[in-house]
Every structure is written in structure tokens, then in C-alpha cells.
T-cell receptor, first 111, second 114 residues
Framework: DAKTTQPNSMESNEEEPVHLPCNHS???????IHWYRQLPSQGPEYVIH???SNVNNRMASLAIAEDRKSSTLILHRATLRDAAVYYC????????????FGKGTLLTVNP | DVKVTQSSRYLVKRTGEKVFLECVQD?????MFWYRQDPGLGLRLIYF???????EKGDIPEGYSVSREKKERFSLILESASTNQTSMYLC?????????????FGPGTRLLVL
């Protein structure tokens, strides 16, 4: 399975943008890039996903490098409720489908 | 909104007991998953099911079994609980794999085996 690499932790100030990086140098052409986050004492929740083009939704933006070997999750204005562990995951799909979660990045948001 | 519910938020069991963890989803999803989450190890896939009565082993199936008799319900069974199965257990579901839809997670069951 293709693996991802993320920083263990990052810190941000409230109402500032946050850029969470993810490296996936062994990504294959059909792998989708998914981002999930996990708030304290909750199950993970979906944030965003993409294949090649940059993606935007109400929660965040996903910027995918041209060679697809890295991506960045962008929170445009961090709030205290965005403090969570953020997981970058590659989805290979298929009948043997499974998502491999790494350890993620713990985002701390300072007031 | 998709809803994934798990039968208990907290469970305390004794070593050797048979333990059932139940998961129910209300959106007619094809795929369902069981993960466990431990500090420093992230989420690890135990089993998944892509249809009723169908199951596939994940990364750490030893000591566990699963049952999917109905589409909406996926059960995780610890045949003889051991202390090293103390963990947070997370259930998830997904519509199918064709369009790479997202997974929806339940709130988790924190299991303590004494």
C-alpha cells in the first residue's frame, strides 16, 4: 500500500490560515487523496478528497502538486473547533478496498 | 445525514468473556469496516465487509471475527477477550468503492478488558 508522511504536530493561531502538508511519493495514478480529521473523543470525519485537480468545499481546500507526490490541506481561517488530528490517506479502491490511516498531524489552535 | 451508531460508548469486560460490538448504519451502504485505535498506532483495520455475508480480513484480524447478516448491521466479535484487546473500536460505512466515496464513522466504543 502506498504510504503517506505527515508532520506529527502543527500549531496555528485562531483566524489565521493553516497549511497541513502530506507527502505521498509512491502514489499510483488511480489513488485518490482523502483527508479526514478526528476531534477529541469522536470518530474521524471526512474533510475533503481529490484526484488531480485542486478541490474546495465548505470546510477546506485541497491543493495537489502537479506530480501528485504531495498535497496540502488548507484551512482558510482556523477556529478553536478545528483543533484535531488530521489524517491524509490514499484510497486505492477496488474489491480489496481499505484505507490505511497513519498517525496524522495533531493541529493545535491558539486563541 | 448518514448516521453510524455503535451499541455502546464504553464497555468493561473480563478476560475470557465473549464480547459483541454492534454497528448499525442507516444509509443502505454496501461497505462496512471495523478499526481499532490505540495511542501511537493510529487506526488499524480489523475487518471489512463489502456486502451481506461477505467479509475480508484487514491488517489485524487475529482474535476477532465479524458477522454481517443484514446490510445495515456489522458486528465485531471477540471470542475470548484478552487485555491486549483493550482499545477504542471504531465502525465505519461507505456507499461503495466505485466512486471512492467517503467513509462515515461512528462515535467509537471504548473497551476495557480486565
Amino acid at each position: 500500500d502506498a504510504k503517506t508522511t505527515q508532520p506529527n504536530s502543527m500549531e496555528s493561531n485562531e483566524e489565521e490560515p493553516v497549511h497541513l502538508p502530506c507527502n505521498h511519493s509512491t502514489i499510483s495514478g488511480t489513488d485518490y487523496i482523502h483527508w479526514y480529521r478526528q476531534l477529541p473523543s469522536q470518530g474521524p470525519e471526512y474533510v475533503i478528497h481529490g484526484l488531480t485537480s485542486n478541490v474546495n468545499n465548505r470546510m477546506a481546500s485541497l491543493a495537489i502538486a502537479e506530480d501528485r507526490k504531495s498535497s496540502t490541506l488548507i484551512l482558510h481561517r482556523a477556529t478553536l473547533r478545528d483543533a484535531a488530528v488530521y489524517y491524509c490517506i490514499l484510497d486505492s479502491g477496488g474489491s480489496n478496498y481499505k484505507l490505511t490511516f497513519g498517525k496524522g498531524t495533531l493541529l493545535t489552535v491558539n486563541p | 445525514d448518514v448516521k453510524v451508531t455503535q451499541s455502546s460508548r464504553y464497555l468493561v469486560k473480563r478476560t475470557g468473556e465473549k464480547v459483541f460490538l454492534e454497528c448499525v448504519q442507516d444509509m443502505d451502504h454496501e461497505n462496512m469496516f471495523w478499526y481499532r485505535q490505540d495511542p501511537g498506532l493510529g487506526l488499524r483495520l480489523i475487518y471489512f465487509s463489502y456486502d451481506v455475508k461477505m467479509k475480508e480480513k484487514g491488517d489485524i484480524p487475529e482474535g476477532y471475527s465479524v458477522s454481517r447478516e443484514k446490510k445495515e448491521r456489522f458486528s465485531l466479535i471477540l471470542e475470548s477477550a484478552s487485555t491486549n484487546q483493550t482499545s477504542m473500536y471504531l465502525c465505519a460505512s461507505r456507499l461503495g468503492d466505485l466512486l471512492r466515496e467517503t467513509q462515515y464513522f461512528g462515535p467509537g466504543t471504548r473497551l476495557l478488558v480486565l
